[in-house]
């Protein structure tokens, strides 16, 4: 795959259920981050992922978040009880050494969440 | 808490005009990143500046980077529609894995 991948592009959603959402990142990746874009705001972190590191979580929001990694390639972002204000884009990167700011992290196209 | 403040917030233009946009904060940052992002796609980077003063370009875009590296602008010259979309800056601390971003300046370039 050339690039970061997301799924689903759009989920829909009533409020209360769980939800789960899927990142591949470039192969060869060792860092995986995943960020909240609500509408007109920047993006807010939520999680990063280092190789076999533990992974940095100080960005959730509350303990109804929660991701996994299964070592250097997918991660699940879930969501559970979800409440209207989840509502938002979430986006995945993944970058090659994650060591700082001059390494670029490549996006993914996000995941819509509508909660109704 | 590193806060970066983007201006202005949204910006309409016709093409063939020049335009300069601001990403500003009150704290010092290693490296400062400029991203554009289009509907329904991710943030795509453009630019990363490191060093206070330094100035980029990148063919009609031109970064500048404060001399106290808090700051940094994005001017455009002769805009076109291709331009149109969301552009985010994005600073990060020494050896900091985390970014932390503007509320973005959306950019529309009317034919």
């Known amino acids: 795959g050339a690039g970061v991948s997301q799924s689903p592009s759009n989920k829909v959603t009533e409020k209360g259920k769980d939800v789960e959402l899927r990142c591949d990142p470039i192969s060869g990746h060792t860092a995986l981050y995943w960020y909240r874009q609500r509408l007109g705001q920047g993006l807010e972190f939520l999680i990063y992922f280092q190789g076999n590191s533990a992974p940095d979580k100080s960005g959730l929001p509350s303990d109804r978040f929660s991701a996994e990694r299964t070592g250097e390639s997918v991660s699940t972002l879930t969501i559970q009880r979800t409440q209207q204000e989840d509502s938002a884009v979430y986006l995945c990167a993944s970058s090659a050494l994650g060591g700082g700011g001059g390494d670029e992290q490549f996006f993914g196209p996000g995941t819509r969440l509508t909660v109704l | 808490t590193q806060l970066l403040e983007q201006s202005p917030q949204f910006l309409s233009i016709q093409e063939g005009e020049n335009l300069t946009v601001y990403c500003n904060s009150s704290?010092?940052?290693?490296?400062l990143q400029w991203y554009r992002q289009e509907p329904g796609e991710g943030p795509v980077l453009l630019v990363t500046v490191v060093t206070g003063g330094e100035v980029k370009k990148l063919n009609r875009l031109t970064f500048q980077f404060g001399d106290a590296r808090k700051d940094s602008s994005l001017h455009i010259t002769a805009a076109q529609p291709g331009d149109t979309g969301l552009y985010l800056c994005a600073g990060s601390g020494a050896g900091s894995y985390q970014l932390t971003f503007g509320k973005g300046t959306k950019l529309s370039v009317i034919p």
């Open positions: 704290s010092v940052f290693s490296s």
